[in-house]
């Protein structure tokens, strides 16, 4: 069966979607399991996949567009129009690896900012399709940092939060014009 929704890869005039930045409340809430994937969770999917190649993405939870659902779209490889995206509901990391490694990690709800984040390099991880069945996806390097970014924006987490570096990340935000009252440091 192919996937319903594909989209192109291009940069739209104006995303159908609005992405929230870092201070918005609506980044720090808890996002609610999806019970029925039917076509308005794939138009969500599609919507989303156009929002995050407008913006130069390579992964976009729902929340970020204000949507409290446990959707993320990801495309490692945006540029690639062969790559298919992935899109998980209901994603749940059920393992990790030992290795841990620091990556700079960049986010669209906060524009400019990137930071270095120590995250397990490996997971596995489970989650519905774009038609409710149900998958396992074990992943490494970029996709395993996105999909764990991505996941994180489910619980209200934000890559900010995980930053060990206080002073730079506060330099950075400064920089960008946010601020660090809004980072709630992840432990």
């Given at each position: 069966m192919t996937s319903?929704?594909?989209?192109?890869?291009?940069?739209?005039?104006?995303p159908p979607l609005d992405i929230h930045t870092l201070g918005d409340r609506v980044l720090r809430t808890n996002a609610k399991r999806i019970s029925k994937v039917d076509e308005s969770i794939r138009q969500l999917a599609k919507e989303m996949l156009q929002t995050?190649?407008?913006?130069?993405?390579?992964?976009?939870?729902?929340?970020?567009?204000?949507?409290?659902?446990?959707?993320?779209?990801?495309?490692?490889?945006?540029?690639?129009?062969a790559n298919v995206p992935l899109i998980l509901i209901n994603p749940t990391i059920k393992s990790y690896g030992r290795d841990i490694c620091t990556y700079q990690e960049g986010c669209l709800s906060?524009?400019?900012?990137?930071?270095d984040v120590k995250r397990p390099d490996a997971i596995q991880v489970s989650y519905k399709d774009e038609y409710g069945r149900p998958k396992t996806?074990?992943?490494?390097?970029?996709?395993?940092?996105?999909?764990?970014?991505?996941?994180?924006?489910?619980?209200?987490?934000?890559f900010v939060d995980r930053v060990e570096?206080?002073?730079?990340?506060?330099?950075?935000?400064?920089?960008?014009?946010?601020?660090?009252?809004?980072?709630?440091?992840?432990?």
């Open positions: 319903s929704v594909l989209v192109e890869k291009i940069k739209l005039d104006r995050m190649y407008t913006s130069d993405g390579i992964g976009l939870a729902a929340p970020q567009v204000a949507i409290g659902k446990q959707m993320v779209v990801i495309d490692c490889d945006p540029e690639e129009p906060v524009p400019g900012v990137y930071m996806l074990k992943a490494d390097g970029l996709l395993s940092r996105a999909i764990q970014h991505e996941l994180d924006h489910l619980q209200g987490v934000m570096n206080a002073i730079a990340l506060n330099e950075e935000l400064k920089k960008f014009g946010f601020s660090n009252q809004d980072v709630k440091p992840y432990s």
